[in-house]
């Protein structure tokens, strides 16, 4: 099981915040300080984040879609997840912006570390 970098567990010790709107989503060089902290995500279309996560057989990749889905509720933020045999990918982004939001990336660094 790798370590997790210091940048991860530090944004898996965060909240999520709950975003009520009218707050700009992460552009630019803001957007690209917060992805950089995620290796493993992609940033697409400065819109959202996503990252496919593989498993040796479907119920592996259920399980761990379950844990995402307790955490999800655990922080008020909930991601898109699809579950396929040997994979769950993960879409996130801060849809009362339709954009990205510090929470965004709070949220991933969580799903990291569930991952481990």
Not at 11 to 34: F, H, I, Y
Not at 83 to 97: E, L, M, N, S, Y
Request: proline content about 6%; some cysteine.
């Amino acid at each position: 099981m790798a370590e997790l970098a210091p940048e991860v567990c530090d944004l898996a010790n965060q909240k999520c915040v709950p975003c009520r709107g009218g707050v700009p989503p992460l552009k630019g060089a803001e957007l690209q300080a917060a992805a950089a902290k995620l290796p493993g995500w992609k940033v697409v279309d400065e819109h959202h984040i996503t990252r496919e996560f593989v498993f040796p057989g479907f119920l592996q990749g259920l399980f761990f879609a379950n844990r995402i889905g307790a955490i999800a509720e655990e922080q008020g933020h909930h991601p898109d997840i699809l579950i396929a045999w040997g994979k769950v990918r993960v879409d996130i982004w801060t849809h009362k912006i339709d954009g990205l939001t510090e929470s965004d990336f709070i949220l991933a660094a969580k799903i990291e570390r569930a991952h481990g």
